[in-house]
């Protein structure tokens, strides 16, 4: 019967102080590094959609500008309908 307790017991105490712990690191730094930071290529995408959406904002206040010089009260008008 010692025998067999020495058997399960020791690899248990090895696999606890030594296997667990790295398990346990290597785990959290992996999901740390999932969510730290942009890939290269999401950060390239992320900087494209700003400069699009720059632009169409000036496309839309350029055409307000238009709007507003041609008929001055368009703005009352969307408003009620």
């Known amino acids: 019967m010692d025998g067999m307790v020495v058997a399960f017991f020791v690899p248990?105490?090895?696999f606890l102080c030594i296997v667990a712990p790295v398990w346990i690191f290597m785990h959290y730094r992996s999901k740390q590094n999932a969510q730290g930071a942009l890939s290269e290529v999401e950060r390239v995408e992320l900087e494209s959609l700003?400069?699009?959406a720059q632009r169409m904002m000036?496309?839309?206040e350029t055409l307000e500008a238009i709007l507003d010089s041609e008929t001055p009260?368009?703005?009352?008008r969307m408003r009620v309908e």
């Open 12 to 14: 248990t105490v090895i």
């Open 50 to 52: 700003t400069a699009q």
């Open 58 to 60: 000036d496309r839309v």
């Open 73 to 76: 009260e368009w703005r009352k």
